[in-house]
């Protein structure tokens, strides 16, 4: 389909974007967390969008919002797009909630052009991709992987979301678009990707534990002193050799004159290679524990998640980028060093990705913003490659 006839709906996609942009749990910004307020007013203005193209709408136990067009053959399998519907805190319009509304208006233009599937097709919202609330991602993906642990569940306050699980087989193949949050497709002067991987990452929740005392009269070389402790380790992050970072940092007891007695932060830690990425978290935990050493620190470690990498479906890659070259006159792959509801799919069903260009690669900030060609070349690329499954 021409790109040109996607015009009108990529506005379209843009606008409901700016919609979903304006529902915040946090005024000043956009700020929507697994099953927050916001989240809930999300999936139902979302659902209504999903309601109004004639599509089936529910919510699993897991939040997860998920529109479905039914195929005329019951027994068929299911195809899986969509994207998450959350965010992190004071996020761009468009990480997650473009990938759901562009797969909902394509599949809309499917439906009014008259095509019949031989498969039913779902599109599904995501509850919980960020994973800021837990601070353990893809709650609602693995949900319905049946991939969650104990540890998740004894961790979150909502209870039952694992019920959200789906049988494996069911879906045939889960395909996703969003932002590259990079910027090679900008450097590239291309408007979309193919992506070949999706990176494998840790979350990890690090404590140093010294005793707080006061700022004025405790001589320098009689401290513990948590936060001269942490500010070492962190420095050592930033050389360990793979794509690291130390997001969140909270000193306790948090006044000005007071010597930390405690401070807590958060290490993500990725690489395209598993092997890399277990090595440079070794490596930076045997950091840690002789600082903590030679400062009198107590050191606490806690793996809140570790998501291994993902390769792309080779077939899948392969019929997504025959409708890429009918829209671009070359294919850039390129590897996510994002983490995406793709990866936690990937274990029940084969999985492929479509990026959109983002301005200068801008992504988590407000800044984030996209084009709405490219949005239309996206849109153009998912309906030749839907309709390319039968
Ligand atoms: O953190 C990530 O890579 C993704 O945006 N959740
Ligand atoms: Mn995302
Ligand atoms: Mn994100």
Redesign the pocket.
Known sequence: MRATSFRKIAEQIMARCDELAAITDESGGITRTFHSPAMQRANALAGSWMNAAGLEVSEDAAFNLIGRWPSANAKAKTLLLGSHLDT?RDAGKY?GPLGVVLALATVEHLKQQGIELPFHVEIIGFSD??GVRYQT?YLGSRAIAGTLTKKDLDLIQEKGIEKAKRPKGEFFAYTEVHIE?GPVLQARNRAVGLVTAIAS?SRIRIGFKGSAGHAGTTPMDLRRDAMAGAAEFIVLVEKCGVTATVGQLEAIPGASNVIPGEVRLTLDIRDQKDAKRIAAIGALKTKAEAIAKKRGLELTWKVMQETSSVPCDPDLMALLKKAILRHEGEVISLPSG???DAAAISRICPVAMLFIRCKDGIS?NPAESVRAPDVAKAAAVLADYIVSLK
Do not use: L, R, S, T
Request: overall charge negative; charged content about 25%.
């Open positions: 992190v990480d991709e960020e991602a949050q990452q994002a983490g995406h988590h």
